[in-house]
Structures are given as structure tokens and as C-alpha cells.
């Protein structure tokens, strides 16, 4: 059984998610293949599929978002299967559309689906007809500040700007007064245009102490329909989610609503006709009152907390729906029992504060491991998180029996983790590299994080959190022991420097001539 | 900074002897006391025992910065506690920073951290600023990124305009002392 030969699979894709995906592929018996960019070219994907083809410049429209070129790239290597992993092409129906007329399967809901569930406006009418509760806003794009502004006036401030196109965060902006719609409404739409090539916008009222909640379903594209529990992401920086995890703490609390929830997410996943795993989108609010948000039409990154508490390998389920074993016969899709509890987090390469990207070449990296800890990740040595696409370096989990337990382990695996920038001769770094790591230590013993009232303003609540403590404070709080470490550190890296003794080479890689140190010194450019 | 007295912080430091090699022994004085201490230094800090026990630090410096400016941050290995912005600052160092005359500041150099675009500049030169004004807005890896300034001053000049591209490190404003 262990030759099973079923196809060949291009993953159109790069980094952690084309290797989660060739890992499951090549374990069920499918041909690999990559493709990659220009900034790629040694990328760890590339490595792990069994054949890489190059199809273009670093730019994502020129190489992963080009759908011409993947469909070449999938026809010369003779692949029957395409899976396009997340972002990128994976909710693009004209790439569905693409492949569908290549004769190539893609791995993933059908055009149509994707066309009703994709687009948040239409999504919205889906909603609406099928008459589940979505939070109240525009029933379609509106095409200025002021209409936007009519909008709010009927549903109340605050209100939440969103691209219709957008996703991450991206053209959204928080209006809480009149005046601001017209300037918000002017740079979102020109963000939402530059990041989508789409400028539409639509209008919503914002929910207060929201929490976010998804679904996992999976679907066979007949109507049939299972879900794979939920997943509460309200922990989020910049609206890009940091921590996920399930169960989900708010539907603890109201678990009337989990089940009303579950409910909700298989009628439409039917309705659709969906195929594969998807995820519904829910704001619910501290009374477990929950609103639609979006569907989004592909596996999430944060499917690993569902495959931990689940037991099962989402890849694997829709490349088998891929080939018909999964529904062959009289077969059907099993609700899988869920038990403990798991939380991921995304370690990413931007300013601990400031959160804003911070990529550039590592120096060091070192990975947690121990009992149920996993780690996503595209960077297994010294490389570099390239400045072209998402900053992520990796992604965290942990599985436990109960969420205090999963906390601990996840606390030791965060402590465990370096990701340090090249040194320098002095110990300054080379590249702007710079992590959240710090960020996610400080959060995992945040107080609210632990209690679990994690509501999506958590961040901007708990200012502790990105707070830089002023130089007084540090100097007082400065250890016997951080004293001596700090002073001999100094003292041997000029010593070393200075003396060029015997031990210079080791302590010194990249030793310079006392010249060089003093031309430096005196801030003389070489 | 060869020299053996300085301060860290609010610590007084004195090496009595100056410390040999990657893996060494000697005797300090912090705030008046002695301590004898054996270390082994690696490539991303120091391991140190004392007769209270044993410490190992991660230290790395926390700018591209090279010179007298740059500051650590140092983290202990098994408690993972991390302090940032320090220094080990040599006699002759604390001396010339007490004589500096006071309000003598640096110009502050506002750089792109990022290659991107320039979407709006909000100051002109000439106009005076508060910490954490807005300064310019950025667009790179697909967001708007308002950058503000790091401290308040006089904006000496502006070096980009609205629709440039820029690279990593580039100057963007420099803002008077």
C-alpha cells in the first residue's frame, strides 16, 4: 500500500503551506511538484517537492499570481492535480475556470462556489436568503464617502469600512464620528485598490466586545456537509490574526450558541454545494449573540489547532475528495469527535511594537520541540524571510488536554524558540531583521489571555504589551548577574578585537584590523 | 571603552583584572562587592558561574548600528527574561557624556525600514514636530504604514516625495536637535 501511485500534484504555492501540503501528498502517494520565483530559487519548497519548475520574477503577479504561467508549469510537468494552498490563486474562480479547461482537478471548491461564497457582497445576499443573522451594513459596494456616510447614519456609529475585495486587514478602517468617513473612505478605497486591484467598499456596523469565531466545514460538493469544530481567532494585530485556538473560550461560555453556529455553517456549506474545506467567518459578541462574516474558500492557516484536536489531516481529505476515494461507493463524510484543546501562534518577522514588517536575513533559528508541539515553518536554517511576500516565519501549535495545559506548553515553546539576525563583529546586527517572538512571550502570560476573555481590541487594550519601558526603568531593574554578563561581553569582544590573540579567530569570525576598528570608531565610511 | 570600570544600568562595575579568552576566570566588583566568576562565552552570548550558581545570557546588539551607540538586549537562558537597551559604558564613556553640553541633541534620521512607496507626505521642512506625529505615509508589503517621528524637533529637510519608490534603509527626513 505504500506505492500507491495517484497522480501528480503542483502546488501553487511557496513557503510553510507548499510544504505542509507536499508532505501529506507525497505520505498518500502523489508525485510532487513545485514551482517557484526569482526570490525563491532556494527555497526550502523547492526541496520538498520531487520536481520545482520556475515560473517568473519575485513580484507575485509575475510568478504565483500568474495564472498562465502555473497552468504551463502544470502542463510541462504533466500534473493532474493543482492545490493552491492559501493566498495566491486559491479564491480566484478564473484560476478554477483555468484549470477546469486545462483538464488539470483543481483541489478545492468549484468555480461557482467560490463565486457565490468568495465575494463578501454576494455572500451577504447568500446569507440573507438563506435567512441566518449577518452583522447590519451596505447590502452591496458603495462607490463614495458619502453614500458610505448615509449607511452609517442608519446603522449607527461606529462603523467599520471594508474592501469588498480585501482580506487580512487590508483596506479596513475603524469611523467613529461623521467626520471621518470621507478621509477614511479615500484611503481605504486606495489601498483596497492598490492591494486588490479593486477599489469597492462596503459599510458595517461595528460589533462591541467582539469575539472572532470560525467554522471549519468540509463539504462534498453533493450538499453533503460535516464541520470540524471551531476556532476562536480574536486575538489580532494590524486585523491580521497572532493567536488561534479551540475550543473557542466565548462559546464556553455559551454553548448554546456553538451548536446554533455549527448549524448555521453546514446549511450554507450545502447550499453551496462546497467542496472541500472551507471556513465561515462569525463576529460573536459578549451576550453570544453571532453575525456571518465571510467564507473564506480554502484551508486557513490555522488549520493545524482543528487537525490537533480532530485527529485528522485536512490536506489529506481534500486530496482524496480530489480523487473520488473520499465519497467513492456508498461512502460518507464522518463528523470526527473533537477532544483537549490547541493554540497556535504565528511567528512573524515585524517590530514587537509597532508590529509593522520587519523582514531580513537570519542568523539564527532554533525551533521548539517536546510532547505535542508542532511547528509550520519554510525556514529550517540561516536563510532569509524575503521581503516580496507575507512576513511569516512560522507558525506554532500545541495540543493539550485542557486549555491551561496547552498555555504551559505553549509558554516552554516559545521560550524555546531564537530567531536572531547575522552578527556583526561588535554584536550588531546585519539586515533589519526583527520577530514578534518577544510580543508572544509577553501575551502568553498576559492575565486576559489566560482568563480567556479574548476579545479582538485585546492588543490595543493591554498597551503593557507593546509598551517600551523608559531607559530609567530598565537601568533600575538591571540584575548583579546581567551586569557582569553585559560588562565581560564588552570587555572580551575589545580584547579580542584589540589583542588578536590565540583566541581571537573563535570569538571573532569576522575579525577586523584594529584600522578597520578605529575607521569605524570614528565613524569613518570604509 | 577598555576600560575596566563603568556601569551598566545603575550598576557600578569593576573588573579587577581584565578578562582572557572565550573560556576564563576572574574577580568583579558590582556596587562595591566581590564576585568570582568562571566564564564560557559562545556564539550567541555567555555562560557564567558563580558561587551563588549559574547564568547563561543570550546578548545581541539591538541595531545595525555599530560604534558607541549600540545598545543590547540580553535575555536569560532558562527564565527567558529579557531586558533591551543597555550597555556596558566604560569610565571614559559616562565621563564624556556627563561634559556634553545638555541640550546638544543629534539629528534624528527618519529611514524607510522597508523598500516601498511614498503615498503622502504630511511636514515640510521647517515645521516643528512632537514625538509620534505623523511624518509620511508608506505603502509597502501591501499596507499603508503612517510613519511618525521617533522624538520632537525641527524638520531639516524632506528627501522623498509623494509617488517615489524607495529602498530599505533609505533617508526619508531628517529632523534637527
Known amino acids: 500500500m505504500s506505492t500507491l501511485n495517484r497522480g501528480t500534484l503542483l502546488i501553487a504555492n511557496r513557503g510553510e503551506i507548499a510544504i505542509r501540503v507536499a508532505r501529506t501528498a507525497k505520505a498518500l502517494g502523489f508525485k510532487t511538484v513545485a514551482v517557484y520565483s526569482e526570490a525563491d530559487r532556494f527555497g526550502e519548497h523547492v526541496r520538498a517537492c520531487d520536481e520545482a519548475y520556475f515560473i517568473g520574477e519575485s513580484a507575485p503577479k509575475e510568478s504565483y499570481l500568474n495564472v498562465d504561467k502555473v497552468i504551463a508549469a502544470a502542463k510541462a510537468s504533466g500534473a493532474t492535480f493543482i492545490h493552491p494552498g492559501y493566498g495566491f490563486l486559491s479564491e480566484r474562480p478564473h484560476f478554477v475556470d483555468a484549470c477546469v479547461e486545462a483538464g488539470i482537478t483543481f483541489v478545492g471548491p468549484s468555480a461557482q462556489s467560490m463565486r457565490l461564497m468568495g465575494d463578501k457582497i454576494t455572500a451577504r445576499k447568500t446569507i440573507d436568503q438563506l435567512n441566518l443573522p ?73 460589533i462591541l466586545e467582539p469575539h472572532h469565531v470560525e467554522i471549519q466545514v468540509f463539504g462534498d460538493g453533493q450538499g453533503g456537509a460535516i464541520h470540524l469544530g471551531e476556532r476562536e481567532c480574536s486575538i489580532q494585530r494590524r486585523h491580521q490574526k497572532v493567536w488561534e485556538e479551540t475550543p473557542a473560550p466565548i462559546l464556553n461560555r455559551h454553548p448554546k450558541t456553538r451548536e446554533a453556529m455549527f448549524t448555521a455553517a453546514l446549511k450554507i456549506t450545502s447550499h453551496v454545494n462546497y467542496a472541500g474545506a ?122 493539550a488536554k485542557t486549555r491551561e495545559e496547552a498555555i504551559g506548553r505553549l509558554r516552554v515553546a516559545l521560550d524555546e524558540t531564537r530567531i536572531e539576525p547575522p552578527k556583526k563583529w561588535d554584536g550588531s546586527k546585519r539586515g533589519s531583521l526583527k520577530t514578534n517572538l518577544e510580543f508572544l512571550q509577553k501575551l502568553i502570560r498576559n492575565p486576559q489571555v489566560l482568563g480567556g476573555n479574548t476579545t479582538t481590541d485585546l492588543i490595543a487594550a493591554n498597551p503593557e504589551l507593546t509598551m517600551e519601558l523608559s531607559p530609567e526603568v530598565i537601568a533600575h531593574a538591571v540584575t548583579v548577574e546581567e551586569a557582569i554578563a553585559l560588562s565581560l561581553h564588552q570587555l572580551l569582544l575589545e580584547q579580542s578585537l584589540t589583542a588578536g590573540g590565540p583566541d581571537s579567530g573563535s570569538a571573532n569570525p569576522n575579525s577586523m584590523s584594529p584600522w578597520q576598528l578605529a575607521s569605524r570608531r570614528e565613524g569613518v565610511r570604509e | ?171 526619508l527626513i531628517v529632523i534637527g536637535g
Open chain 2, 1 to 171: 571603552m577598555s576600560s575596566l570600570n563603568g556601569v551598566v544600568g545603575n550598576r557600578k562595575i569593576r573588573w579587577i583584572k581584565a578578562p582572557v579568552g572565550s573560556t576564563g576566570s576572574g574577580e568583579v566588583d558590582v556596587d562595591g562587592k566581590i564576585y568570582t566568576v568562571s566564564w564560557k562565552r559562545d556564539s550567541d552570548g555567555v555562560w557564567m558561574q558563580f558561587a551563588h550558581g549559574c547564568f547563561g545570557f543570550d546578548i545581541y546588539g539591538e541595531s545595525e548600528e555599530t560604534g558607541a551607540d549600540l545598545v543590547f538586549r540580553i535575555s536569560h537562558r532558562g527564565t527567558n527574561h529579557v531586558t533591551s537597551g543597555l550597555r556596558f559604558k566604560g569610565a571614559g564613556e559616562v565621563a564624556a557624556a556627563a561634559a556634553a553640553p545638555g541640550g546638544k541633541k543629534k539629528a534624528l534620521r527618519v529611514r524607510a525600514q522597508m523598500p516601498g512607496k511614498i503615498v503622502r507626505v504630511l511636514v515640510k521642512a521647517g515645521d516643528e514636530v512632537v514625538k509620534d506625529q505623523p511624518l509620511l505615509v508608506m505603502e509597502a508589503m501591501k499596507m499603508e504604514n503612517e510613519i511618525r517621528a521617533a522624538g520632537a524637533g525641527k524638520i531639516e529637510s524632506v528627501k522623498v516625495a509623494e509617488g517615489q519608490a524607495v529602498e530599505s534603509g533609505a533617508d
Open chain 1, 278 to 399: 472551507g471556513t465561515l467567518e462569525f463576529i460573536v459578541d459578549g451576550a453570544g449573540h453571532f453575525y456571518f462574516l465571510e467564507m473564506n474558500t480554502r484551508l486557513q492557516v490555522e488549520h493545524p489547532v482543528t487537525e490537533w484536536v480532530t485527529g485528522s489531516d485536512l490536506v489529506a481529505m481534500q486530496l482524496l475528495l480530489a480523487t473520488g476515494e473520499l465519497t467513492a461507493g456508498a461512502k460518507k463524510l464522518e463528523t470526527p469527535t473533537r477532544s483537549g484543546a490547541s493554540i497556535e501562534v504565528r511567528i512573524y518577522a515585524e517590530d514587537p511594537r509597532s508590529f509593522l514588517p520587519a523582514p531580513g536575513p537570519i542568523g539564527r533559528i532554533h525551533f521548539p520541540y517536546g510532547p505535542s508541539v508542532r511547528v509550520d515553518t519554510a525556514l529550517t536554517e540561516a536563510g532569509e524571510v524575503s521581503m516580496h511576500y507575507d512576513p511569516m516565519i512560522a507558525k506554532v501549535s500545541v495540543w
Open chain 1, 134 to 206: 449577518r452583522v447590519p451594513g451596505s447590502a452591496g459596494a458603495v462607490k463614495d464617502g458619502a453614500e458610505a456616510a448615509r449607511y452609517a447614519k442608519e446603522i449607527g456609529y461606529p462603523i467599520l469600512l471594508k474592501a469588498a475585495a480585501g482580506g487580512g486587514g487590508k483596506g479596513m478602517r475603524r469611523v467613529d464620528s461623521e467626520k471621518d468617513v470621507l478621509s477614511a473612505f479615500e484611503g481605504a478605497s486606495r489601498e483596497s485598490l492598490s492591494a486588490f486591484g479593486d477599489g469597492s467598499m462596503y459599510v458595517e456596523k461595528l
